[in-house]
Structure formats: structure tokens, C-alpha cells
């Protein structure tokens, strides 16, 4: 089965600087990956998904994610952080039957 | 669209009391599922269906029952509701051909308390 691991719970950054959301997988094979966010009170939106199509994949809101076969890694970036973008965020395998496997998330905190 | 709809928002319930918790999609998608995302926590699938008829368990489906009579509406029921229920739950869509996308669309929430 696969699996993620988000290597960071929290996350602060100020407004202004680049963001790094870290996910590493485990997988013995190309996995499906989506990163979904959700905001305070919210439900899930996803910000974009990796699907073996492109390595570098742009989502909404100005993220991007590159999959790193050699590393196993999916990280999510953002080159300016917002205060809107303050949420907990998902990396996420697709298993069995379309099913997702969450993790805990990691908690973006943005400051002014 | 409307997209995937929840109803209630909110709701209080009684230990052993029962409800269901309503979900509807207007995208015409055979895959549904249901989550609950506990305080702190990621989300935990209860139950899923690959359409009407259709329905199986995920990780965590004790206390909880569901139907897929259409392929709209996926309801979730709990029985004798107990406070370790006290959740938000989300229903969740995906498209039926992975060649249009895999990713699951979802609802807004349901936040329930059992006291």
C-alpha cells in the first residue's frame, strides 16, 4: 500500500517569503498523488495532483509541486506566501479503489 | 453545479440517538465516499461505493451504515449515536473514468456532536 509521510506539522512563514511543504512517498511504483488544502472551518480543495503526466505540476493559487522519483518526494512550493494561504495541507496517495490515505498534514502558519 | 452537497451543517445528538447525515453530487459520478477528520487529525474513510447497489467499508466503519439507492445520493447512518462520533464528516465524489482525472471532489461538512 502506499503511503506519505509529511515531514513537518507546522510550517511558519512571514508574508512575502517562498513556502516549502515537504512529502516524501512510499511507493514501489509511480504513485498518484494529490496535494488538497483546507482552510479553517473548510472542507478539502485540491490544489493540484501528480499523475505520472508531468514532473512538475502547477496547481491553483500559484503552487507548484515537482515529483522527484530519485528522492520519493511530491514537496509543494510557493515562491510568495499570502496570508489567505495559512491552512493545513494535505499530501495524499491514491490506493485501491480510488481511495485516499490521509496523514495529519502540515499546518501552514503565515505571519506579517 | 452545485457540486457535492452536505446536509445538516451542524448537529448535536444524543448518546443513542440515530440520524443520517445526507450527501448529494450533481456531477453524474459513480464513486462516493465518506470521511471523518477528527480534531488534529487527517481524514479517516468510514465507507465508500463504486455506484448504486454498490458499497463497501473503509478503515473505520463501526457504528455506521450507508445506502446507494442512486447514484446521487450517498446517505451515512449512525445507529446509537456514542460521544467517540463526535466528528466533522465530509463526503467526497470522483469522476468514474480515470482518464478525466482521479482526484475526489468534496462537501463542505457535516460538524457532529454526540453529548
Known amino acids: 500500500a502506499q503511503s506519505v509521510t509529511q515531514l513537518d506539522s507546522h510550517v511558519s512563514v512571514s508574508e512575502g517569503t517562498p513556502v516549502l511543504l515537504r512529502c516524501n512517498y512510499s511507493?514501489?511504483?509511480?504513485?498518484?498523488l494529490f496535494w488538497y488544502v483546507q482552510h479553517p472551518n473548510k472542507g478539502l480543495q485540491l490544489l493540484l495532483k501528480y499523475t505520472s503526466a508531468a514532473t512538475l505540476v502547477k496547481g491553483i493559487n500559484g503552487f507548484e509541486a515537482e515529483f522527484k522519483k530519485s528522492e520519493t518526494s511530491f514537496h509543494l512550493t510557493k515562491p510568495s506566501a499570502h496570508m489567505g494561504d495559512a491552512a493545513e495541507y494535505f499530501c495524499?496517495?491514491?490506493?485501491?479503489?480510488?481511495?485516499?490515505?490521509f496523514g495529519k498534514g502540515t499546518m501552514l502558519l503565515v505571519s506579517p | 453545479n452545485a457540486g457535492v452537497t452536505q446536509t445538516p451543517k451542524f448537529r448535536i445528538l444524543k448518546i443513542g440517538q440515530s440520524m443520517t447525515l445526507q450527501c448529494t453530487q450533481d456531477?453524474?459520478?459513480?464513486?462516493m465516499y465518506w470521511y471523518r477528520q477528527d480534531p488534529g487529525m487527517g481524514l479517516k474513510l468510514i465507507y465508500y461505493?463504486?455506484?448504486?447497489?454498490?458499497?463497501d467499508k473503509g478503515e473505520v466503519p463501526n457504528g455506521y451504515n450507508v445506502s446507494r439507492s442512486t447514484t446521487e445520493d450517498f446517505p451515512l447512518r449512525l445507529e446509537l449515536a456514542a460521544p467517540s462520533q463526535t466528528s466533522v464528516y465530509f463526503c467526497?465524489?470522483?469522476?468514474?473514468?480515470?482518464?478525466?482525472?482521479?482526484?475526489?471532489?468534496f462537501g463542505p461538512g457535516t460538524r457532529l456532536t454526540v453529548l
Open positions: 456531477m453524474n459520478h459513480n464513486y
Open positions: 511507493s514501489s511504483y509511480s504513485p498518484s
Open positions: 467526497a465524489s470522483r469522476r468514474t473514468r480515470t482518464a478525466f482525472g482521479n482526484e475526489q471532489f
Open positions: 461505493s463504486v455506484g448504486a447497489g454498490i458499497t
Open positions: 495524499v496517495p491514491l490506493s485501491g479503489y480510488s481511495t485516499l490515505t
